[in-house]
């Protein structure tokens, strides 16, 4: 008997389906005296379980009841998530004991990320007690039934240097962030004890918060110097005749044509140019923040259900390659819905070039299940948005490569100077073929041997312009795609992490849903600066995780910038004044009274000397 151990509910009924164990099982098992019941499926010699996430986390060891001078609290363990958590790995634990069966016939069918990596290597580790490798390892790149079971009939050890990152990336998270947290809750308290919500900083949405409070500042500019120029305008026409016709043509820019010195002459040279070629298809990063209109956060959510369906490969990448059989296997199924002009295939792709591979994975396609779903109506209002934009890439990425021959006027001056005309060009392929517009500008055909060119120059008219001191009031707009863009430009999260910190912030209620902060999201803005948890230090940071191979590397990497940091922030936030943890009034400058809503978590302030109101957060 196998146990195959699937990250979500949904995934773990399309490997069942897949792997012919589609026996439907309830049971429950009962945690802190209620009762839990999941579903599981059976075969006859597989099971599958579904682990719904992470089902242990990292927890500082007394960071419950630490008080302020004894954080930071370094030491951790392995604590479960919750109590659902716990209930689904002792209903796991029950399916192992009863099944018998041994560490590698227990076979970790995760999501393929660094997440994907710890949530099955924990469950492993506590099931067994061991802490090597599990030795019994699933990827899969798309849920389709072929894809898994390929991945079912070539098992393999899990990726180390994922898992170390992984294990890594959650302890400093967890270390770092429940620390420094616990010390501003803390300090907050002291200042205000009606404040009943945790304050939360963490590693990466410190940054992020800042960058946010300092993109949506109100910004007022002011020319400072009054002062007079000239503007001047005027006009260049080229003007060719040939054969006793005359043509003029108007360059987009006068120069380099104005500064031709008589006699000028003519020839014509000829230049085959590429003018649409296949491009490769999207990863995550690329693909988030190119819907209009769409929040990064939504879009991966609807990436995530489709990939669930199994519409979609794997939605958390950075790889832009697609093995050839399964685009082909796309291809096919375009053809079905649209008249795809022979010469669109898949081996014109370059992401069939293994160069754009990273990790194994394969960019973002529709599968041939997707294709087919999309063309038959089953996907809601936002997957469809989705899934057109991954069927422009995909045409895009089977389409030819087109070429033209451009003829040009190559015109030369007394000096030697030379200036260029695009006269023609000329397709060569056949029109059927083009799928990107494209505009071909064909003026008559001259001849080479009789044609004489005048460059016409126009007056110029000079205006006279006064720029008087000049006030201007900007409020900037910020949208949750320019967040996660300056993310993927600072090097902060992962591909998998940067479409959430924009919602996050509004959990924490630093921001609103403008994304505009809070007078809560500001004072902690305030704080993260003074502390020193600066975009370029996080960044470093994350690259250093990236480094990591092995799992002996990962305790080296906690001693060395975990351990040092967490104590550095504490240390910083202890230090810290009272004043910095007082919200100041906007209008005068006063200390505020703060009362908090128990129920609703609204936290109000009213100005101590001018009496005015303030919501918080």
């Not at 007690?129 to 393999?156: I, K, T």
């Not at 990064?296 to 369906?309: F, N, Q």
């Not at 050839?324 to 669109?344: C, D, G």
């Amino acid at each position: 008997m196998k146990i195959v151990l699937s990250e979500k509910e949904e995934a773990g009924y399309r490997i069942a389906q897949a792997l012919s164990a589609m026996e439907e099982t309830s049971d429950s098992v009962v945690v802190n005296g209620k009762r839990y019941t999941f579903s599981y499926w059976r075969g006859r010699d597989i099971v599958v379980v579904p682990a719904q996430g992470h089902l242990f986390t990292v927890w500082p060891k007394g960071i419950s009841t630490a008080e302020l001078e004894n954080l930071p609290a370094l030491d951790w363990y392995w604590k479960p998530e919750s109590l659902q958590a716990r209930a689904r790995f002792k209903l796991i634990k029950k399916v192992v004991d009863e099944c018998g069966v041994e560490p590698e016939d227990f076979i970790i069918a995760t999501d393929w990320d660094r997440e994907g990596e710890v949530i099955g290597y924990t469950v492993y580790v506590h099931l067994f007690r061991s802490s090597g490798l599990p030795p019994s390892r699933m990827y899969f790149n798309s849920l389709m039934p072929e894809d898994v079971r390929s991945a079912f009939q070539s098992l393999g050890y899990m990726n180390e240097r994922l898992l170390a990152q992984g294990l890594a990336r959650n302890i400093a998270d967890s270390i770092i962030g429940l620390n420094i947290t616990k010390a501003l809750t803390k300090r907050f308290k002291e200042v205000y004890p009606e404040l009943v919500q945790a304050t939360s900083l963490g590693r990466v949405q410190s940054p992020v918060l800042v960058f946010v409070v300092e993109s949506l500042r109100q910004r007022i500019e002011r020319r400072e110097n009054t002062h007079v120029s000239e503007e001047r305008s005027g006009e260049v026409i080229v003007k060719i005749t040939s054969r006793g016709k005359t043509y003029y043509y108007r360059p987009l820019i006068s120069y380099p044509f104005a500064e031709l010195t008589p006699p000028l002459t003519v020839s014509t040279a000829r230049e085959e140019v590429v003018v649409q070629r296949p491009e490769p298809v999207k990863n995550t990063d690329e693909l988030v923040t190119s819907i209009s209109g769409l929040a990064p956060g939504r879009a991966m959510d609807a990436m995530e259900r489709m990939y669930l369906k199994g519409w979609l490969t794997y939605p958390r990448t950075e790889s832009r390659w697609v093995p050839l059989e399964l685009l082909k296997k796309v291809e096919e199924a375009l053809r079905t819905h649209i008249n795809l002009p022979p010469s669109f295939r898949a081996e014109n792709s370059p992401s069939v070039d293994e160069a754009y591979a990273k990790e194994g994975k394969t960019g973002i396609v529709l599968t041939p299940e997707g294709v087919h779903a999309y063309f038959a109506g089953e996907m809601d209002e936002l997957e469809k948005l989705v899934a057109s934009h991954v069927l422009d890439t995909l045409l895009r990425t089977l389409m030819p490569t087109l070429r033209a021959e451009v003829v040009k006027l190559v015109i030369t001056d007394s000096l030697g100077r030379r200036a260029e005309i695009e006269w023609q060009y000329k397709p060569l392929f056949s029109s059927g073929e083009v799928y990107t517009y494209i505009a071909f500008r064909n003026y008559p055909d001259i001849d080479p041997s009789d044609v004489s060119v005048e460059v016409l120059k126009f007056e110029e008219e000079a205006t006279r312009v006064e720029y008087a001191p000049l006030y201007s009031i900007v409020a900037p707009v910020l949208r949750e795609v320019d967040v996660v863009k300056w993310m993927q430009e600072s090097g902060l999260g992962t591909d998998a992490t940067r479409p959430t910190y924009p919602q996050l912030l509004k959990e924490r209620r630093y921001v609103f849903d403008e994304l505009y902060p809070t007078l809560l999201g500001k004072k902690v803005s305030e704080i993260v600066k003074a502390i020193g948890i600066t975009a370029e230090l996080t960044a470093e940071m994350e690259k250093r995780i990236n480094e990591l191979e092995t799992l002996s590397d990962v305790d080296r990497f906690k001693e060395e910038w975990v351990d040092r940091y967490a104590t550095d922030f504490v240390e910083k936030i202890k230090r810290l004044p009272e004043d910095a943890f007082c919200f100041r009034c906007p209008r005068c400058g006063a200390k505020l009274s703060i009362s908090q809503n128990a129920k609703t978590r609204k936290i109000y302030g009213q100005c101590t000397i001018c009496g005015k109101k303030y919501h918080v957060v």
